[in-house]
């Protein structure tokens, strides 16, 4: 179990009432099943009321249940398998649950992410982005949907991006061969955490480069080489890790870009409206047939 969790319940233990100490003792033995559990659902479990389940987060140092229940979350993602999530998901919710737990998961992710981001620390990275000879962008697995999506927005911005091939690791150095001081390299990765990723990091902060995090946490392996470290939530959906936070972060990082390089990016999307009128890029839509529905 987290480190920190388990000092604070073995600190406290001493002090616990009964129920306190049922609950405790419960935690430690199934925080993998604790994690997807209502307050409500803890407390008929262990035969205590709701509120004495409450009061056991704020005795340990918790600002409410549902700060607990995150801090066994960050746990539990690093930990669990793919199947063991998707089993626990099961029994947490019932199907006509999933789309309100799902959302309202999401839009708690994106909440944290504003509180918690260093506008300072956004700045910088942006800061060095615009001013990168080249920027590299890694991100694998998951997260490689990420990095693509980046790529394809950065490339109409800047004409001095690549977007690094994760397929192996000697192939992720060969791309990265020329990284040096004057580059930005990008890196994201979520638990479960890319070696691959924190390697390249590694690798070109080593050479100096503008090294740039896109991750959960200040523990996270990607944190300790990077020059920028920028923060996004990133919770679980059964065996999905949930993106939208992340991905906004990302929209975030574009359009600070793109306002950088204002006059630049103005004349780019004016010479692509007429290439994709002239080629027929998008299929055209008719505004009557639209003001009629």
Excluded at 119 to 148: M, N, P, Q, W
Excluded at 208 to 216: L, Q, S
Aim: with cysteine.
């Amino acid at each position: 179990m987290n480190n920190q969790l388990t000092s604070r319940i073995r600190n406290k233990m001493s002090e616990f009432s009964k129920g306190q100490r049922l609950i405790a003792n419960y935690i430690e033995e199934h925080y993998d099943e604790v994690a997807f559990m209502t307050a409500a659902k803890l407390g008929a479990m262990v035969g205590v009321s709701e509120s004495t389940v409450v009061r056991f987060a704020t005795e340990i140092g918790y600002a409410g249940y549902p700060e607990l229940q995150r801090a066994m979350h960050e746990m539990v993602r690093s930990r669990m398998t793919s199947v063991q999530r998707l089993e626990m998901t099961s029994k947490s919710c019932s199907k006509h649950q999933l789309i309100d737990v799902v959302l309202n998961r999401d839009i708690d992710m994106i909440r944290r992410t504003i509180d918690e981001t260093s506008r300072e620390i956004f700045d910088g990275a942006v800061h060095a982005i615009v001013a990168a000879r080249k920027v590299y962008l890694i991100g694998a697995r998951s997260s490689h949907a990420l990095a693509t999506f980046l790529s394809y927005y950065f490339n109409l911005i800047f004409d001095n991006v690549q977007l690094i091939n994760c397929t192996s690791e000697a192939e992720v150095f060969e791309q990265m061969i020329r990284v040096g001081k004057n580059d930005a390299v990008i890196g994201i990765s979520f638990p479960r955490y890319s070696k691959r990723a924190v390697k390249a990091l590694q690798f070109a902060s080593n050479r100096k480069a503008r090294v740039i995090a896109i991750t959960d946490s200040v523990l996270s392996p990607l944190a300790e080489p990077a020059e920028f470290l920028l923060l996004a939530h990133s919770g679980m959906a059964s065996f999905v890790d949930s993106l939208v936070a992340p991905l906004s972060l990302v929209n975030a990082l574009i359009v600070s870009c793109a306002i950088y390089k204002q006059d630049e990016v103005k004349d780019v999307f004016d010479s692509l409206e007429n290439i994709w009128d002239e080629y027929g890029v998008y299929e055209k839509v008719d505004e009557k047939n639209i003001e009629m529905v």
